[in-house]
């Protein structure tokens, strides 16, 4: 969200310079319609059709709705404002969608949704137009170009999507509100055709960058845990020096865990872990290796340094009560079902072992010191675990 945020002040702030000598209005002008479909393109060749289907809707907002829309032979005011609520609908609508192919039935779905509210505008402009211009235009303000409907769901979605996307860390859903606010820009902007251009062509520039670091996410950070992956370890591995410490971590019991309670609630057990983890200190930075296994990094430190962070979060994993449905329970009846019994849930405590090693003359490979931390977290299993091994 910040990069979006940066890359579209650098594009504004130039495009504008640009436009003191006017000779570059042709240029933003046609400019969103090489983007556009371009980014259309990008997006959905790693799979993100909900932005292609932005971008094409962008497209076709700032090409053939307003041919569309002149068909129903309203003011101008009326027809700029009901492309922006189709705009914002559309925005709003695949914002909130999950990630579906573009070429089957769902796809297809999608696309006449969208439709829709251009045949209700129809419809609302044959029976009654009254209506249509007071829902879409803020008449009281005098000011046609402002649309009442158009403003609340701009809000409505920015909010929406900020918390939404805060909550889940989601770089779409963030950079979905930024889009949102590029249109509410080009409608302000109206009738300055090169200046909304511009906003049209920070769209598409959004939805390159949405598209490459949803895809470095994928590629970099795990799914589950959200901690990096062993990818984003081997990268980092490449920027070492000479100094390090690695920790190998594993859940304790793990299996039979999954066994008694569920993989979903292992899965759970594997957020917590990996959230304590996440939350080193000493300069440590923690991956999920794969499966149960965790490692943690230290650069430039000391074993006296990092031991003490270790047995901390060792103490602060095996401390925390954790509430799980008891798989166990006997099925009820519909009756029964009602009344929460008392042992519905129970509280079961994780604990998990580790096992670091010093990158010195011997271990001189980030291979080596890994092997070696996996024999130390050996040495902590056979010592009874929930420990610390060198
Ligand atoms: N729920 C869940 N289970 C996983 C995941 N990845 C691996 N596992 C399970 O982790 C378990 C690992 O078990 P083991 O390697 O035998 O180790 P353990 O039971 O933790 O025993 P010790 O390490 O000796 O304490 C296996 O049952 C895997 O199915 C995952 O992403 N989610």
Partial sequence: M???????????????????????NQVAVWLPYLLLPLSALFASQ??????????????????????????????????????????????????????????????????????????????????????????????????????????ISCFAFVLVNLVKSG???????????????CCWFYHLLAPNQPLQAICLSSIAIILIVTTLSHSYQLAYFDELTKLPSRRALNRYAMTLGRKYILVMADVDHFKQFNDTYGHDVGDQVLKLVASRLGEVSSGGKAYRYGGEEFTLVFANKTPTQVVPELERLRQSIANYDMVVRDKSRPKKSEKDRNA???????????????????????????????????????????????????
């Avoid at 090409?63 to 609908?89: D, K, M």
């Avoid at 039935?105 to 249509?132: D, S």
């Fill in 2 to 24: 910040l990069s979006s945020c940066i890359l579209l002040i650098c594009y504004f702030s130039q495009t504008l310079y640009l436009f003191q000598f006017g000779r570059w």
């Fill in 46 to 151: 790693f799979n993100q059709n909900r932005l292609a289907l932005f971008a094409v809707s962008c497209l076709f907002f700032a090409s053939f709705l307003p041919l569309v829309l002149a068909q129903l032979e309203l003011t101008p005011a009326l027809n700029s404002g009901l492309a922006f609520t189709w705009l914002i609908l559309t925005g709003f609508y695949l914002c909130l969608r999950r990630e579906s192919g573009l070429f089957n039935r769902k796809g297809l779905m999608q696309v006449t949704i969208l439709l829709i509210p251009i045949a209700i505008f129809f419809a609302l402009a044959k029976l009654n137009p009254e209506l249509l211009t007071q829902v879409v235009l803020w008449q009281t303000l005098d000011n046609d170009f402002i649309s009442l409907f158009v403003l």
């Fill in 167 to 181: 909550w889940q860390q989601n770089p779409i859903e963030s950079n979905f509100s930024i889009m949102l606010l």
């Fill in 340 to 390: 929460a019994p008392a042992n519905a849930t129970k509280t079961v405590n994780v604990t998990i072992s580790m096992g670091y090693a010093l990158r010195s003359k011997e271990l001189n490979d980030f291979d080596k010191c890994l092997k070696a931390a996996d024999e130390a977290l050996y040495r902590a299993k056979k010592a009874g675990r929930n420990c610390v091994s060198d």
